[in-house]
């Protein structure tokens, strides 16, 4: 193999799993010993530069670092990446003085945003700093789209959502609330420099069964009905309640009728229980609040009565999987089974819809009706307007929204000030030496054997009385501490200089997991096997040095570092470092520079 | 102060045929010095008895005093071990070996404790054939008091006091060979390809089987006008031949060339394979070894690998006799079997 080049930007981002992992590439480790140092206001602020809504996503992310995060991969379970996230949000204190100022002198440039929720607000916070004019139009009264209407306010407290988005708001965006956008042509006809799409994907999907019409009022389409819910239209629902799906909306759905009357309320998939959609923790909420996950049941009619509706008919199925894997589910002959319900909600997906954008104004649509968008610059076919969030490649979460929003950000910038939308900066990196003196590293290089702590529950039957009580209570200060130690700092990498190794092998003797070899080079499947441990995880790198005075080269395999230091600790010559890798997304202006403000 | 070593191994480490990884021959983390050659041999010592299958508690490691007899601390966590007085490990180990035969002992010293305070009991160990692994940890000073020019320090050899050492060197493996060691090799803690199977064969070998380990010290006697450093090791390097240790029962998958190879069959069915590099030598002929090593002294070479191995070799407990159980089993009855077996050896000698 070649020489690693550990210049490549990419090439140590991807050893800090987390952050590699998330969309918006939030530097993790950063945050959490920030956390364990009790900068909690300095913690936020990491957060926020990167993912805007720390607080929120602190409980509602879809948390894609968790399952990427190494200690998974030593022990069973990651760090509660999530949960010390929220440990940040609920103990910082005033930040609004850290936040970037925004000039009274306006750069003379204005920009629409259609749709209030995370991906626009995350386009007026990069923009609102560098004298945008900046108009935000949204068809509800508040700001916050999906997030306000989708998420349940037991999730997710309407005074932290508030705060989050009013940070942004509060920048002097001009907001068009109570407006729904009909038409496109006529946002284009207006003085807008550069348009921003960030309408999501607002149409759930129904299910046309028979009896779906005579059904009626009883039967809801999730997204809506939450919506409705947290808008306080909604306040009842029937005893029997039947929730049809299995993503994460119909956690929210099952979980919001338990509060508005729903006794016996039942979730039902019509494939197996593993492949539902939902997040684990989702799950896990839903049943501790004694909701019934029925699944291999497929709805076949909605059973009505002189008007009224009664309850679903299901099949019984069985998954088989093909030899590639792929899935059919097949009718088991078991007799079918009807449940009663009072409602229904229908949570089986949702859709983009574009019915307020006329298709002969340039932006080009193309498969399920998606609006055609360049991947890097989120720019449509027509050059000043652009997508993101769930309107740009159909649903993903929140953070993914955020993410497309800083890259949008930058696209906007560049084009209003005339430059090539792929003309984008580099992402901000440095690489710090952590040492301090014999045997003393600026981080906690000791590795804790805790396992993952619980995080505490309100009551459930004061839970279940209100809507608004979150139920999660987030960590206390020493749980989230204690949380925090767990974290490997895989950001704080191993450096290898080749010219400094007497080749003594102390590096290989001391490695408490196996991952450093000296051997003779050779292809990579090859070398792979013949590591002091099997380097099986492909996903992971193999970091080559250069050759050794006796032909050697230095392999190391990322895949199960502890990042614990005992290699640099144990080298005789200091060829191996320990150094902190600090990768920042380039945001359209700087917000809060890490390595400047907060370094530990 | 970071020094803990974390528990976590890596999730897919292999088990030998007994079930056990190599974690489980590991010791307490070591206190000596970064880059220390003796820990790369500690490492050598968990690769070997790992391979080898051995069980923990059926080994002993004794050592007496120095760098080189912190290391048992290192290794092997959960085996037997006497730390000895200095230069004393040999008594302990003889009176060890001959209480309870069945245990493998393992030695470690080190060239002050072998080669100066213990020279006497180093070579009686030898001469009654001790069936013992005796490594010594050789890197020409005393590590422990500073750095002094040891007995194996070779002449016009300068360590970090920078003064040239004036006195001959002592040579451990050339004495063996003189004494009539069974088994005598030499090595270098920065080349495990060869020092593992050494150990393994050493191990399997009955008898006693000394291994000279140079073991450069990093802090004391690492210079480039050391003979003892990594670079002038590495560059006067010369090995009698790459070395396989075939354990008994194991299926030979290496195919070897015929010629310059030479096969060495153990008591215990375990084969060690030599691809000689050193023409005019073979491994059971002492008179070569001697010749072989004579020469590569002259022409300023470390001649490293297996030297002289006796396949005919006679334990301790053959000369003596001994019975085949270990004495630490034999009961009253057995030891003092009565006034009736008395009188029939008396009457044997009227």
């Given at each position: 193999m070649k020489p690693t080049n550990i210049q490549d930007p990419e090439y140590f981002h991807k050893v800090v799993d987390c952050q590699y992992a998330c969309p918006a590439h939030t530097p993790v480790p950063e945050y959490i010993r920030l956390i364990a140092a009790e900068r909690y206001t300095e913690a936020y602020m990491v957060n926020w530069e990167s993912n805007v809504f720390p607080g929120i996503l602190g409980r509602t992310?879809?948390?894609?670092?968790e399952p990427a995060c190494r200690r998974g991969r030593i022990e069973e379970e990651p760090v509660a990446i999530c949960r010390l996230k929220r440990v940040a949000a609920d103990n910082k204190e005033e930040v609004r003085h850290l936040m970037p100022a925004i000039p009274e002198?306006?750069?003379?440039r204005k920009i629409a945003l259609i749709g209030g929720g995370p991906a626009s607000l995350t386009v007026a916070r990069d923009l609102a700093p560098l004298g945008y004019e900046i108009h935000l139009y949204d068809e509800?009264?508040?700001?916050?789209?999906m997030m306000r209407t989708q998420i349940p306010a037991f999730r997710l407290p309407e005074s932290v959502l508030d705060e989050e988005v009013d940070y942004i708001l509060d920048m002097g965006i001009h907001t068009h609330f109570n407006?729904?956008?009909?038409?496109m042509k006529e946002v284009l006809e207006k003085d807008y420099d550069a348009i921003f799409v960030g309408?999501?994907?607002p149409k759930g999907r129904d299910l046309n069964l028979p009896g779906r019409q005579e059904a009626g009022p009883r039967i809801h389409i999730g997204i809506e009905w939450l919506a409705s819910v947290a808008f306080g239209h909604t306040t009842r629902i029937g005893k029997k309640v039947i929730i049809l799906g299995g993503g994460n909306t119909a956690m929210d759905c099952c979980r919001t009728s338990r509060r508005l009357g729903g006794e016996d309320v039942k979730v039902v998939v019509r494939?197996?229980?593993?492949?539902?959609?939902?997040s684990p923790w989702e799950i896990e909420d839903a049943q501790r609040e004694d909701i019934p996950i029925l699944n291999n049941m497929p709805p076949k009619k909605f059973v009505v009565e002189n008007g009224k509706l009664k309850g679903i008919i299901f099949g019984k199925v069985a998954a088989i999987y093909d030899e590639n894997g792929k899935r059919s589910l097949i009718p088991t002959g078991e007799p079918d089974v009807f449940i009663e319900a009072d409602d229904v909600i229908i949570a089986i997906g949702q859709d983009n819809a574009?019915?307020?954008?006329?298709?002969?104004?340039?932006i080009k649509f193309g498969k399920w009706d998606l609006p055609v968008v360049d991947?890097?610059?989120?720019?449509?076919?027509?050059?000043r307007v652009f997508f993101g969030g769930?309107?740009?490649?159909?649903p993903e979460n929140v953070i993914t929204a955020v993410a497309h929003g800083h890259q949008a950000a930058v696209s906007i910038d560049l084009f209003c000030r005339g430059?090539?939308?792929?003309n984008r900066p580099a992402p901000y990196t440095n690489l710090v030496s952590?040492?301090?003196?014999?045997?003393?590293?600026?981080?906690?290089s000791p590795v804790v054997v805790d396992q993952r702590y619980l995080v505490p529950h309100a009551e459930k039957k004061v839970a279940l009385?209100?809507?608004?009580?979150?139920v999660e209570l987030g960590f206390d200060r020493p749980t989230g501490f204690k949380e925090a130690q767990r974290?490997?700092?895989?950001?704080?990498q191993t450096v290898f200089n080749t010219s400094r190794?007497?080749?003594?092998?102390a590096c290989m003797d001391i490695c408490p997991t196996s991952c450093i070899t000296f051997t003779t080079n050779g292809e990579e499947d090859g070398l792979r096997a013949r590591l002091l441990a099997p380097?099986?995880?492909?996903e992971q790198d193999l970091y080559v040095s250069e050759n050794l005075p006796t032909g050697r080269v230095m392999v190391k395999?990322?895949?199960?570092?502890?990042?614990?230091g005992l290699c640099a600790e144990r080298c005789p010559t200091a060829a191996w470092d320990m150094q902190k890798y600090l990768y920042q997304v380039t945001?359209?202006?700087?917000?809060?520079?890490i390595s400047e403000q907060s370094t530990i | 102060m970071t020094y803990i070593k974390p528990k976590?191994?890596?999730?897919?480490?292999p088990k030998n045929k007994i079930g056990?990884?190599?974690?489980?021959y590991e010791g307490a983390i070591?206190?000596?010095?970064?880059?220390?050659?003796h820990d790369s041999i500690s490492a050598a010592i968990v690769q070997a008895c790992y391979e080898l299958s051995?069980?923990?508690?059926k080994l002993a490691k004794l050592s007496g005093i120095g760098c080189s007899s912190?290391?048992?601390?290192?290794?092997?966590?959960n085996s037997h071990g006497f730390n000895a007085v200095h230069g004393r490990m040999p008594s302990i180990a003889t009176g060890a070996n001959m209480a309870n035969r069945n245990l493998i002992y393992l030695g470690v010293s080190g060239d002050g404790d072998s080669?100066?305070?213990g020279m006497g009991q180093f070579v009686h160990a030898i001469r009654r054939n001790v069936n013992m692994v005796y490594i010594v940890m050789n890197n020409g000073c005393y590590g422990l008091t500073k750095g002094q020019n040891s007995a194996t320090a070779d002449i016009g050899s300068v360590s970090k006091g920078g003064s040239e050492n004036r006195y001959p060197a002592i040579d451990l493996v050339g004495m063996a060979l003189e004494l009539g060691a069974t088994f005598v090799g030499r090595s270098f803690s920065g080349d495990k390809t060869q020092l593992v199977p050494l150990i393994k064969a050493a191990m399997s070998h009955p008898g006693f089987a000394l291994l000279d380990v140079v073991s450069?010290?990093?802090?004391?006697?690492?210079?480039?006008?050391?003979?003892?450093s990594y670079d002038y090791v590495r560059a006067h390097l010369e090995a009698t031949a790459t070395l396989d240790f075939v354990p008994e029962?194991?299926?030979?998958?290496v195919s070897y060339p015929e010629g310059d190879s030479a096969h060495v069959e153990l008591h215990d069915g375990s084969v060690i394979h030599l691809q000689k590099?050193?023409?005019?030598?073979?491994?059971?002929?002492r008179y070569s070894a001697v010749n072989r090593l004579l020469e590569a002294k002259m022409k300023g070479e470390v001649l490293t690998g297996l030297?002289?191995?006796?396949?005919k070799s006679q334990e301790m407990h053959e000369l003596e006799n001994?019975?085949?159980?270990?004495?630490?089993?034999?009961r009253e009855e057995e030891l003092c079997p009565g006034q009736e077996a008395l009188e029939k050896i008396n009457a044997s000698f009227r």
């Open positions: 992310c879809d948390r894609p670092c002198k306006k750069n003379g509800w009264d508040k700001g916050g789209g407006n729904y956008v009909e038409s309408t999501g994907a494939s197996p229980f593993k492949d539902m959609k939902a574009f019915p307020w954008i006329e298709r002969d104004l340039g991947k890097t610059t989120f720019q449509s076919t027509l050059d769930d309107a740009a490649f159909g430059e090539s939308v792929y952590q040492k301090m003196g014999i045997h003393e590293w600026s981080y906690d009385s209100n809507r608004k009580v979150e974290c490997l700092n895989c950001d704080v190794c007497i080749e003594c092998d380097a099986n995880n492909t395999d990322e895949d199960v570092c502890l990042h614990c945001k359209a202006t700087p917000i809060w520079n | 976590f191994r890596h999730p897919e480490l056990y990884a190599k974690a489980d070591s206190t000596l010095c970064g880059g220390c050659g051995i069980e923990p508690h912190k290391t048992p601390t290192y290794f092997l966590s080669a100066s305070i450069p010290c990093v802090t004391f006697n690492n210079k480039p006008e050391s003979t003892k029962k194991e299926e030979i998958t590099l050193a023409p005019n030598w073979n491994p059971t002929d030297l002289y191995i006796d396949p001994t019975v085949a159980r270990p004495l630490n089993t034999l």
